[in-house]
């Protein structure tokens, strides 16, 4: 029988606004985040040059990593999701509870990684005298790592079952934070020591054990586990059970980590073209990151309202729902993509005054106003796969659009001819086949036929 405690939109308009309304929240969550970091390389940037750029491949490595540690806990998405619409709150705790379990257990193999930071950045090739910063900056960052874990499940566990606004406000507090932190604990302000590389690492830290307490007290304090938490359980051990978020999760895993790789791979590529295709790669990617946000907003939302329709037992409305957010997520992002090319002298102009990065970086934005349009239907694509907890058919075809075509293409077209434009028409081309294949997917084997 259907479940009817979730909000069940009469008609595509209704539904729309559903969608924008657990959406537009965690768009703001996600940027903010990104602000953070944003802050990291500015301020980094204002103690020293070698700070800056020891930070900045740092921080590649790390997200690198611990993304994929991350796509494995987003394993419980669709089960908190599904048992929420459902009307299953005690089965959307014990996915959370394992969840926790699996955030301690994969804190272990990433710290390890990490503790290696600096012979990493001399095993790549990087500058010598920038291998002792980054390993003060990963040894200072390592004590974070279950933080930044445990904050993933806590936001899954809210967002799971439509409770969306939390999670942006303790982001906005966290910015606050970070700012202060890295100020005193970089340059010595504030009575503190003058910390430099280890001092941002630390505040950091200082900053994600911030947001997970006050985030646990938020959710104390006004009583959103009530119905979905009814304490801790041995069943949250259970093997079998762990093994099922690691068969949903470790796909996603692979997911965002080839998209992330792909594109450190493109900026290795651009790099080789010299420095003014490097610099000029990377503002333009920047702006693309921060985009991108929009789009993985409207994912995430995308990811719970179809996974609650799927648990009430409304697969026609999942279907729905799912092709109304892709349609979005490309809406989304035509706004990106015409800001892309009306601004794409200014967009630059906020990163350098160089004359010549300003020019390629201008002739690049128009192509990656195309790529954006794409970007927005792979991400909300992937989001609905989320929700119907089918995870693998993402991965592949992110591994069929990155890394058969798109690298193999920008190698061709881009770097034999030397070409930054045709690194990034080969880098649309490929995010091109992946949403085509998501919307084909999607459309023939999306919630209605997972229902059938």
Same mark, same amino acid.
Request: charge should be positive; hydrophobic fraction near 55%; include cysteine.
């Given at each position: ?21 657990? %959406?537009? *929240?965690? =768009? ?84 390890? #990684? ?38 993933? =499940? ?43 590389? #280890? ?9 994600? $054990? ?9 959710? $104390?304090? #006004? ?9 801790? %359980? ?31 791979? !493109?900026?290795?590529? &651009? ?22 946000? &929009?789009?993985?907003? =409207? ?12 648990? &009430? ?34 967009? *630059? ?29 792979? &991400? ?31 190698? #061709? ?5 030397? %070409? ?30 997972? !229902?059938?």
């Amino acid at each position: 029988m259907a479940s009817t405690h979730i909000f069940i939109a009469r008609d595509g308009r209704q539904e729309a606004g559903r969608l924008m309304q657990l %959406s537009l *929240p965690i =768009v703001g969550a996600q940027l903010a985040t990104m602000m953070m970091g944003f802050v990291d390389t500015v301020m980094l940037g204002r103690y020293s040059t070698d700070a800056m750029a020891a930070a900045v491949t740092a921080n590649a490595i790390v997200f690198s990593t611990i993304i994929f540690a991350n796509g494995i806990l987003w394993g419980i998405d669709p089960l908190i999701a599904q048992s929420h619409g459902a009307g299953q709150g005690d089965r959307a705790g014990l996915a959370a509870q394992r969840g926790v379990v699996l955030a301690l257990l994969l804190s272990i193999p990433v710290a390890g #990684f990490w503790m290696f930071m600096g012979d990493i950045f001399l095993w790549t090739g990087q500058a010598p005298e920038l291998a002792p910063l980054a390993q003060d900056y990963a040894n200072a960052v390592i004590p974070s790592i279950p933080f930044f874990l445990l904050l993933s =499940v806590q936001r899954s566990f809210l967002q799971g079952r439509e409770i969306v606004r939390p999670a942006l406000y303790i982001t906005l507090m966290a910015n606050v934070i970070n700012v202060f932190a890295n100020y005193g604990l970089i340059f010595g302000n504030f009575g503190l020591p003058e910390l430099g590389m #280890f001092g941002a690492g630390l505040a950091t830290t200082t900053t994600r $054990v911030f947001s997970v307490v006050v985030l646990m007290a938020w959710i $104390v304090g #006004f009583r959103l586990h009530v119905g979905a938490w009814s304490g801790w %359980s041995r069943e949250a051990i259970d093997l079998g059970s762990l093994r099922k978020i690691l068969a949903i999760g470790f796909p996603i895993a692979i997911q965002t980590s080839t998209e992330m790789w792909a594109f450190n791979a !493109a900026t290795l590529l &651009a790099g080789t073209l010299g420095a003014l295709s490097a610099a000029s790669h990377g503002v333009v990617l920047s702006l693309a990151s921060i985009s991108f946000m &929009a789009a993985l907003g =409207v994912a995430i939302g995308t990811t719970t309202r179809v996974g609650n329709l799927i648990g &009430a037992g409304y697969p026609t409305h999942a279907q729905r729902a799912a092709q109304i957010a892709m349609g979005m997520g490309a809406g989304v992002m035509t706004i990106s993509a015409l800001g892309f090319v009306v601004f794409r002298f200014g967009l *630059p102009r906020l990163y350098t005054p160089d004359i010549e990065v300003i020019a390629l970086a201008a002739s690049i934005l128009p192509i990656a106003a195309a790529f954006q349009i794409f970007d927005g239907i792979q &991400a909300v694509g992937c989001g609905v796969l989320r929700g119907m907890g089918q995870t693998r058919p993402a991965a592949v075809f992110n591994l069929i659009g990155y890394w058969i075509l798109g690298l193999p293409l920008g190698y #061709f077209f881009g770097i034999r001819q030397g %070409s930054l434009a045709g690194l990034w028409w080969s880098l649309a081309f490929g995010l091109a086949v992946v949403a085509l294949l998501l919307v084909y997917w999607v459309r023939h084997h999306g919630p209605e036929a997972q !229902a059938r």
